[in-house]
């Protein structure tokens, strides 16, 4: 049983993929700003906790994240707020890499998108731009780190139902993945040692997921 901090746990996928790990025999903490979504969480299995992670500073992520096995960062702040996206989705992250390597958390799951890349080519004018610059940052500055780090990038995401079956073959042109599915993944890596240091872009798919992510 491992001990896993999830941050953004009020998310779509950070709510299917909570009760998978606790299901799994994990210990799970989801992270969450407002307490009016506890109960939510709770109702996963997850033990909630609220706090403001956009206001953290190091010190406050490394007390947030200390006692933990692995920390998935599904965290985000939905885009439409350039200042919050760069504050949460590159800021934020990146002090949690910091704290976990400073607190002794090593495994460390990024959720991020497929494609995502300092060369992006999106548009500055774009409602996008931020999210895309903050995320290739943040990837970045994961890659860059001595944690035992996989960052997962789904494509374009859907409501449909899981089928436990993605393909790893993705170009960041188009595709598209279950929410579902994307729990399913974050649950199958933080089992796989094999996914350390690895980036694994995926769409809903045929192949298994347990052996999709071996490459």
Known sequence: MARIMLIGGHGRVALL??????????RVTSVIRNPEHEADVAATGAIPYVT???TLDKDGF?????????IVWSA?????NPQRTYAVDRDAAILSMAAAQ?????RYVMVSYAGASADHGIDPE?????????????DEALRASSLDWTILGPSRLTFEEPTGRIDTE???????????????VIKAVVAEPATIGRTINFNDGQTPIERAILG
């Open 170 to 184: 993705v170009s960041d042109a188009g595709g598209e993945v279950s929410r579902a599915n994307v729990a399913r």
């Open 102 to 106: 400073e607190a002794g958390v090593q």
């Open 17 to 26: 993929a909570a009760p998978l790990l606790v299901a799994a025999g994990h």
């Open 76 to 80: 985000g702040a939905g885009g439409g």
């Open 126 to 138: 774009d409602s996008f731009f931020a999210y895309a610059e903050a995320k290739a940052a943040a």
């Open 62 to 70: 490394a007390d947030l994240v200390a006692g933990q096995h692995i």
């Open 52 to 54: 403001d992670i956009e």
